[in-house]
Structure formats: C-alpha cells, structure tokens
C-alpha cells in the first residue's frame, strides 16, 4: 500500500494539516486504550521483583498521564496492590484497612 493514495488530495495546506492530525487523535485514541488495557489487567507472576512491577505499572500510567488521561494516586494504588498474587494477600488485606490515603 502506498501512502500517498491514502492522503486525500486537497490545494488547501489547512485541510491537509487537519486531516492529518485527525489521523493522530484516532492513533491517540488506539495506543491510550492499549495502555488502559495493560494497566488494568497486569498482574504479578514472580518472573521478575515486586519494584520491577510497580516501575512498569507506574510507567503506564505515566505515559497515559501524558497523554492527558491521569489517574489518582489512589486509583493507581489500588491497581497495583489488586494485581499481586494471592500470596501477598496478608498486604493486600492490611493495605485495605489502612484508613490514610
């Protein structure tokens, strides 16, 4: 496929701009819900540390807080406390009933 046929002919460089940052938005769009995806199904399975899954986690959020979607501090907390595996549960259950945010 060539590029070139994809690009609607126009004399204006208005429109061609437009059109092209319209292609961007829906890339956005694409990659944000991909991110969101990850984020919230991640889970840990011991093939690497706790801080390297926290780190990756935050990462995520990061690049979805650059792209104008930022999640609260708590929210992101809870996500990452969820996604270990049941043999933290004894953190999870006092991370819960911890009434400080």
Do not use: C, W
């Amino acid at each position: 496929m060539n590029i070139k046929s994809t690009i609607p002919k126009t004399d204006s460089a208005k429109e061609f701009m437009k059109f092209i940052m319209s292609q961007f938005e829906s890339t956005d769009k694409l990659v944000a819900r991909i991110l969101m995806g990850m984020l919230t199904t991640m889970k840990f399975d011991d093939s690497h540390t706790i801080y390297e899954h926290v780190i990756d986690m935050i990462n995520i959020a990061t690049k979805l807080e650059s792209m104008e979607l930022k999640e609260n501090e708590s929210f992101l907390m809870t996500f990452i406390v969820n996604s270990l595996s049941h043999q933290y549960s004894s953190f999870q259950i006092n991370y819960n009933t911890i009434k400080d945010k």
